[in-house]
């Protein structure tokens, strides 16, 4: 329904027949949404298992489980990535919708023994390095260079994607962060040859960059620098694949109200382009016919089954698996090729603090990751209440987040309750007077019975299959974009997991471009 027949107050009925029908509210199925429409096609949106979204305690507190951080959203000053160009488009294509207020994400790295800032302008990154690791490391690496170098070769490599997705590109999507960094170097220039020798001909790690310059500092950046922005642990990463994330952490950006307010923008947009949005209906089943082909779907509470040839799914693929029934009357067996992902590495645990503004020290970023030598990472994002419509006055909001493993015992409310307690001591070694100004926590650990934590807990999970798809963290590389199954492509987090927040982008342009290509109905 779009927003000017929700204002007259018209009900209008769900069509038979459908070009594409997108499932789930993932940041990719909503995209690939807009995109469809504004290539023509009649789209329907609905439902899938609820994700883990913004709230608020019943104490006040705001709770928001997803890190407010997106690649591909900015250049310095520009909407200049990936993400940034289609959200351009589409708003242009809604009649000049406005955009979402984003504005630049700094991040810090820290470890016990190191901190840097990586700063977007080259120089003050410079002086960051220095700083930590004194000359040896911009001079013997050319790290400074190197950078500089690269950077507008990625954001060309993938701006590029994004035009390509809407002509002639090849069906073979690269899952793997490494191949993708070898083409993004390729569009580099002005390497000198020794420089280019260290960071891209010899294939050297950071394990070797640490030898060169005599240091084992910049390994613990490296790990720390991989997780906030791949949402991975890259142990001994490619020194192409350092610079690969430096790049993609300068197309970084915040958006006000977090990633639950680009959702609600882009369920909006999706109505002013044309899409059919019926996210309050769940989808039930998806009919294939005897050749594993998509022939249509059924959603909760309406009887007849809802014709449509192309769908993409933002959802966990064990989730689909369940919604697929077979049309073959001969066998009147289910069947799929489709191929379930491998379990998930773990999931993403967050606590929250409303603070008074005396807790942040001087020079704290709004984003810092804290990684200790064999430990998990820790990132602590500092948020205004004002970015969630609140008004409370010299106080900050924390997010303290880190990896839970993917196991039954991660469920257990005693588990939980340890690692937020080590969570919070972490927080205190890079505020040291953290705990004298905490107004709020949630869910409070601190207390012996968590009250609040037992009256309203947020992570009330009683199997790891109800963990949603936007806490999973993957480690290895993923199911790319098309599923399997003649019709069904996939836009979610479990699609291009290597690129973290920039994966469900890739893959939301990529099915539609597939969807595009071929005919329709």
Not at 96 to 112: H, Y
Request: a neutral charge; aromatic letters at 10%.
């Amino acid at each position: 329904m779009t927003a000017a027949n929700k204002r007259e107050g018209m009900t209008l009925k769900i069509l038979d027949q459908y070009d594409v029908v997108v499932v789930g509210e993932s940041i990719g199925s909503l995209l690939s949404a807009c995109l469809a429409a504004e290539k023509g096609m009649s789209v329907l949106l609905v439902g899938a298992r609820p994700l883990k979204l913004l709230s608020v305690s019943k104490y006040g507190q705001y709770f928001d489980p997803e890190p407010n951080y997106f690649l591909g959203v900015r250049s310095p000053g520009k909407w200049a990535g990936l993400l940034g160009k289609c959200l351009e488009r589409l708003s242009i294509c809604a009649g000049g919708f406005d955009m979402p207020k984003a504005s630049e994400m700094i991040l810090q790295v820290m470890t016990p023994d190191s901190r840097v800032v990586l700063n977007h302008d080259d120089n003050d990154f410079a002086v960051e390095i220095e700083r930590e690791f004194r000359r040896n490391l911009l001079a013997k690496s050319g790290l400074l260079d190197a950078v500089r170098c690269s950077d507008s070769g990625f954001l060309r490599y993938w701006l590029e994607l994004g035009e390509e997705a809407r002509g002639n590109h090849s069906d073979n999507v690269m899952c793997d962060f490494t191949s993708h960094s070898k083409a993004g170097l390729g569009y580099s220039h002005g390497w000198e040859r020794n420089l280019k020798d260290i960071w891209i001909n010899r294939g050297l790690r950071v394990s070797d960059l640490n030898k060169m310059v005599g240091s084992n500092g910049f390994s613990e950046i490296t790990t720390g620098l991989a997780f906030a922005t791949l949402n991975r642990t890259l142990k001994d990463p490619f020194l192409g694949d350092v610079l690969h994330m430096v790049a993609l952490d300068r197309t970084a950006a915040a958006f006000r109200g977090g990633m639950t307010a680009l959702r609600c923008y882009l369920k909006n947009l999706a109505e002013r382009v044309g899409v059919r949005v019926e996210l309050d209906s769940r989808c039930k089943s998806i009919f294939l016919d005897d050749k594993s082909k998509l022939v249509g779907v059924q959603l909760n509470g309406y009887g007849k089954m809802i014709g449509t040839s192309r769908a993409v799914f933002g959802c966990p693929s064990d989730e689909i698996m369940a919604y697929i029934c077979a049309t073959d009357k001969k066998s009147n067996k289910t069947k799929s090729p489709l191929q379930l992902f491998e379990q998930p590495c773990g999931w993403r645990f967050t606590i929250a603090l409303s603070v008074h503004d005396e807790a942040i020290p001087p020079g704290m970023t709004a984003r810092t990751v804290w990684q200790e030598r064999d430990g998990p990472p820790m990132e602590i994002e500092v948020a205004n209440p004002s970015d969630y419509g609140s008004a409370e006055p010299e106080t900050k909001i924390l997010f303290f987040r880190t990896v839970m493993p993917f196991t039954k015992e991660s469920l257990d409310k005693k588990t939980q309750k340890l690692f937020a307690a080590k969570m919070f001591r972490q927080a205190t070694r890079i505020m040291p007077f953290l705990e004298f100004h905490v107004k709020q926590v949630y869910p409070d650990f601190r207390s012996g019975v968590m009250t609040n934590y037992d009256d309203q807990p947020p992570y009330d999970f009683i199997s790891l299959s109800d963990i949603p798809l936007n806490l999973r963290i993957f480690e290895k590389g993923g199911l790319g974009y098309f599923s399997g199954l003649t019709g069904i492509y996939l836009a979610s987090e479990e699609s291009f997991p290597e690129l973290g927040t920039l994966g469900g982008v890739v893959a939301a342009i990529e099915a539609v471009r597939k969807i595009s290509s071929g005919p329709l109905g």
